[in-house]
């Protein structure tokens, strides 16, 4: 990923150059048997994929230079713009590139990830979640008072959020923009009802050290909601709540701007689509903000089925992640037991699927296989084959990947490949996740 100097990113890009001097040893999986290189070094000389261990994670830079260019495109031919979760990667070089690519802020969902941002150098923020913490709150407002390029913007769902939050505040400085976060009857966290909403907005107006900045919800969480004709009216329905909370609220704002964040990854076209032709050019300026986070790698199978391409309403995406595994051993005709498992892989959703395999040696191979795994134990998964494969002990299986929020905190350290399609990858950079 570049880091083409620019004001706006001189913290984050220097807390990475700084990240350049961290040597790749034994405390990240794959990269032991090195000769304890640093990142830098990776980035000015590459290595090939098959000098690290397996299993190992990888991230396609290819994949993830088109995702982002199509997903900025697709925003600004409608008028919306991107905040994306953090928490997806929680990578700062991956941050970098979305920021460089237009993104206006990075969505956090704790004050854990909260703190991290900052310290990554990020100067606008948006915390998707209530932010309740008395030392968070206090620690919030201090930095809003000590730096007049931080922007920050919280949720609020209840009077009692509002009061807790009011409260904690200890420093003399601008108020905490919040806005009203607007739920759904057996949803997540929001005011289930516009008038709930309206009563939580009027404590914020009476609170002096809250700002009410405008109204937020995540439909994704909203049951019934799925990528089929039923699914999206829900979503639709919901997003349509939002709006008319919003309608009763307008002239009532206390910020220069106002802001409508919706949007995951599922179904971020319904978003632009419903609360999209509201941005106002007249009067307060409205800025509807998605959050979507997994764009940026994609995966092989959860969000491959549901994004919004698929009933062509959203830009093309391309997975960018894969593990590596060995197989281990072929104790069965028909079975092979490979090195990754539930500590290496993600499986809340899907199992992995095999879309290569690879023999190593002085010349690597692509070697044809038909596999699927069936089952993972901690650090191994049962991978099942055709009785006459070719698949060997010591060849490696590139596997495709579910729902990249489970991937990433299982790496500390992910190599950036050149490409994950060719025969063996070559390294570029590595990315640090904080998790």
């Not at 632009?272 to 941005?279: D, K």
């Not at 790698?297 to 995406?317: C, E, F, K, Q």
């Not at 690597?364 to 134990?377: E, G, M, R, S």
Request: aromatic letters at 6%; one cysteine or more; glycine letters at 8%.
């Amino acid at each position: 990923m570049g880091t083409a100097p620019s004001s706006r990113f001189a913290g984050l890009e220097a807390f990475l150059a700084a990240q350049g001097q961290e040597r790749l040893d034994w405390r990240y999986k794959g990269f032991g048997a090195l000769a304890t290189p640093s990142i830098d070094q990776v980035r000015a000389e590459g290595l090939p994929l098959s000098a690290l261990g397996t299993p190992m994670m990888t991230i396609d830079i290819g994949a993830v230079a088109d995702n982002l260019l199509s997903m900025a495109a697709w925003c600004s031919e409608r008028g919306v713009t991107l905040a994306p979760h953090g928490k997806t990667t929680m990578a700062p070089v991956l941050w970098l590139g979305q920021l460089m690519a237009g993104c206006t802020a990075i969505t956090v969902a704790n004050g854990s990830q909260l703190r991290a941002a900052r310290a990554f150098g990020v100067t606008a923020l948006q915390l998707a979640n209530e932010l309740l913490d008395p030392a968070d709150v206090a620690w919030v407002a201090a930095e809003l008072a000590a730096d007049p390029v931080f922007t920050f913007l919280s949720w609020v769902d209840s009077v009692a959020a509002v009061e807790r939050m009011s409260a904690a505040v200890t420093t003399d400085g601008p108020p905490i923009p919040v806005c009203v976060e607007v739920g759904a009857a057996a949803g997540r966290t929001g005011a289930r009802t516009a008038a709930a909403a309206l009563e939580v907005a009027a404590a914020v107006r009476a609170a002096p050290r809250l700002a009410l900045a405008g109204v937020a919800g995540y439909e994704g969480a909203v049951p019934g909601a799925a990528a089929d004709g039923a699914g999206l009216q829900a979503v639709d329905d919901f997003l349509g709540l939002m709006l008319a909370v919003h309608q009763q609220l307008d002239g009532g704002y206390e910020t220069e701007r106002i802001t409508l964040t919706a949007g995951g990854s599922a179904y971020f076209d319904r978003v632009a689509a419903v609360l999209g032709p509201f941005v106002r050019t007249d009067g307060t300026p409205v800025d509807v903000v998605l959050r979507s986070g997994a764009y940026v790698v994609h995966d092989d199978l959860h969000y491959s089925r549901i994004t919004p391409s698929t009933r062509s309403a959203g830009p093309t995406l391309r997975s960018a992640i894969h593990v590596w595994a060995s197989v281990l051993s072929r104790p069965e005709h028909d079975l092979v037991i490979i090195d990754a498992g539930r500590r290496d892989l993600p499986f809340d959703i899907d199992l992995p699927v095999v879309l290569a395999a690879r023999r190593n040696g002085a010349d690597p191979q692509l070697i044809p296989v038909n596999a699927h795994l069936t089952a993972l134990n901690d650090q191994h998964a049962f991978v099942r084959i055709d009785s006459d494969s070719p698949l060997q002990v010591g060849d490696v299986l590139k596997l495709g990947l579910s729902h990249p929020c489970t991937a990433f905190d299982k790496w500390r350290a992910i190599p950036m490949v050149d490409s994950a399609d060719a025969v063996d990858p070559r390294v570029t950079d590595v990315a640090l996740t904080y998790f």
